[in-house]
């Protein structure tokens, strides 16, 4: 029952943020984007590119049995083939078009090595906040292309997850304190990687 409380706030939330149904990233669950430093060399339109995120995840050790499997599907259902929706970021939101339209909403993000690091809050439909997922994510730009990684959480969020709670500021944390490698709670997937290229 609690956890049904939980969703009846954020259903609030949105009532008292008014969002619609269009692709502004400022019309999402958590209202307006907001601007961030740290985030703004990723700003833009971006497309999923098949071929360069199917060589990143060779590079990172994917299975030739995996990678043949996501040919395969690729090939057997090509309106299926894009392994990730296209973004559009703006400030600390990451909207995917379409229907259902997707979004993550960055926080806790720090500079990590040649990466940029942290959190999101992951709706797989932005109009549907009650189905929230939660989720590293790593952003790197390699040559003029965005190098997203992201480790997601099964399952909604625990009820007492203090980033539920009190969402931390945009940009926070640090390389030192950073836990992605080893997150607390249950049912971390791995990192998967996708590549992205600049819409022209």
Known sequence: MPMLYRIASILIL???????RG???????FGPSKKSALLSPFAGEWT????KTIEARQAAGTSDDEIEHLRKFSSDHPQFSQLHPDLNITGD???SPGIPSSEYRFFAMHQHGDKVCGKAWHHEDRFDPGDMSKCYVRLMLKEKDLHLEVRMQEGLPEEEDPDLKFLPP???GSA???????????DWGEWTTYVFSRKQ
């Open 170 to 172: 945009t940009e926070s």
């Open 176 to 186: 030192t304190d950073c836990d992605a490698e080893n997150p607390s709670g249950p």
């Open 14 to 20: 949105i009532a008292i943020t008014g969002c619609g």
């Open 93 to 95: 939101v990451a909207v």
């Open 48 to 51: 999923c590119d098949f071929e």
């Open 23 to 29: 692709e502004n990233p400022g019309s999402g669950p």
